[in-house]
């Protein structure tokens, strides 16, 4: 029986087998980056014409017009129209509870009047233009289309624009069905690192816009992380990860079909679990075997759980919650017996499962919360992707004659020490 690698945090050997496993995010972006700036560069100084050549060159098929690239509304919503009844009724749920949740994100506007009649605030206002990009090609992505698309929708975004490959020029169905429930007109058949370009800069066809979100692969992460600045972008995202914590409490087949959730993405996607429980960590190992055989990924998963994956043992579960932080996974499962009682101390994760009947899954398609999470321990200090992507910030400041007068003479001062003589006089011209 083969097995998932396994640390112990009471050997000797154990803090440097777990360096290894944070370094799990590390993508080695330096022999894509000429790639991908070169691609950035022909869509900027060539448009449509680097478009369609890109197309050509990475989709398989040759449109010979930028008008070809656009899809029309129609088939959007003959799509949506061709859904089987139960299809339709499981996207509109999903799209209710996403739209409800991302509802109570949504900034305020505000306004402080001072006693001296100084009004201060702050301005919330949505962007005028938003790219989603939507992975396509070997599998499509409708879940990641709601997730993205309904923020922005709830932000008041006017214009949203959907960029994904269709490989052979043969979109995929459900997510142009999405596309029409969400209400989306612009929709480019246009992938990789081409799409994140005419996005950020636009095309004689394609308007740029003025923030980029959604998942993709390196090339993709590459081209955002080369654009940011010239646009806003949500993240910089890797291959997806599960962390579980459990105690032996914790049912190991659920456990391992929870670990496999993520493997079969990818190849590279990481599943670990941290338990104090070593009766677990052996069931889970022998589950993990058994449910590998019914998958219909099971060369993907089997590469990613037993390359990728790990199962560390924690003396107690104060040592697993802390290495759990540590490690920041994008997703967290909390397996236990009191799952509530540990939330307080888990500083860092994605996305926080709480329960036995809170699976993964469960986040990615209806529960609500987005599923564009950090990835590679990044949850450090990225938070999921939210209303307030799709949304600027504007301070309001307005002095009345009397606040200016008590305050002015400090600003002066203050003004006058950093060696700015036109900023000092320009509050001075005021007191006079």
């Given at each position: ?6 640390l ?8 440097r087998e777990f ?7 590390n993508?080695?972006?330096d022999?894509v980056?000429?790639?991908?700036s070169?691609?950035?560069?022909e869509?900027?100084?060539q ?22 690239l656009?899809i029309?509304?129609s088939?959007?919503k003959?799509a ?15 799209y ?9 994100q ?13 009004i ?6 949505p962007?005028?233009r938003?790219?989603l990009?939507?992975?396509g ?13 309904i923020?922005?929708?709830?932000a008041g ?5 959907v ?5 052979e020029?043969?979109p ?19 992938g ?5 370009a005419?996005?950020?800069?636009g095309?004689?066809s ?7 979100t959604g998942?993709?692969?390196i ?7 080369l ?10 995202a ?15 087949p659920?456990v ?18 941290v ?8 069931a ?12 219909e990924?099971?060369?993907?998963s ?8 790990a199962?560390?043992i ?8 802390s ?8 997703h967290?499962?909390?397996l ?5 009682g540990?939330?307080?101390?888990i500083r860092?994760a994605?996305?926080?499962?709480l329960?036995?009947?809170?699976p ?14 950090p ?6 200090f990225?938070?999921p ?7 600027k ?15 002015g ?7 006058q020490?950093?060696?700015?003589d036109a ?5 001075l011209?005021?007191?006079?």
């Open positions: 029986m083969r097995k998932i690698k396994r112990n945090s009471s050997l000797a050997e154990f803090r360096d290894e496993l944070l370094l799990r995010g993508v080695d972006m022999t980056i000429p790639v991908v070169g691609l950035i560069k869509i900027r100084t448009g449509n014409a680097a478009l369609l050549a890109h197309v050509a060159k990475f989709d398989r098929w040759n449109p010979k017009s930028a008008m070809e656009k029309d509304p088939l959007m003959r949506y129209e061709g859904l089987e009844a139960s299809l339709r009724e499981a996207l509109h749920s999903a209710n509870r996403i739209h409800s949740f991302h509802s109570k949504k900034p305020q506007s505000w306004l402080d009047f001072e006693e001296n009649g100084t201060l605030g702050q301005k919330v206002t962007m005028d938003a790219g990009y939507i992975p090609g070997k599998a499509a992505y409708p879940s990641s289309l709601l997730m993205n698309a923020p922005a929708i709830v975004v006017k214009e949203i624009v960029c994904t490959p269709t490989p020029n043969e995929n169905e459900l997510l142009l069905a999405a596309c029409h429930l969400c209400g989306i007109k612009e929709v480019y058949k246009v990789g690192a081409s799409a994140i005419a996005m950020a800069y095309t004689e394609l308007g740029r816009v003025d923030v980029i998942p993709g692969n090339y993709v992460a590459t081209a955002k992380k654009v940011f600045g010239q646009v806003n972008i949500d993240m910089v890797g291959p997806s990860e599960i962390g579980i914590l459990a105690d032996e409490s914790a049912k190991a659920w391992a079909l929870d670990l496999l959730s993520q493997a079969e993405h990818d190849e590279m996607a990481s599943s670990i679990l338990t104090p429980s070593v009766e677990l960590a052996d889970v190992d022998v589950e993990v075997e058994r449910a590998l055989e019914r998958l990924r099971k060369e993907i089997s590469k990613s759980i037993y390359t990728r994956g199962i560390i924690a003396k107690d579960m104060n040592e697993a919650v290495l759990m932080n540590e490690i920041a996974p994008e967290l499962e909390v236990v017996e009191n799952p509530f540990w939330l307080p101390e860092h994605g996305a926080i499962f329960g036995e009947n809170t993964e899954p469960i986040g990615d398609y209806i529960a609500g919360p987005n599923h564009t999470l990835t590679g321990g990044t949850a450090r990225y938070s992707l939210s209303t307030e992507h799709f949304m910030k504007s301070s309001i400041l307005s002095f009345s004659e009397r606040g200016i007068r008590e305050l003479h400090h600003c002066a001062k203050l003004a020490t950093e060696g700015l900023h000092k006089e320009s509050v011209a005021r007191l006079v």
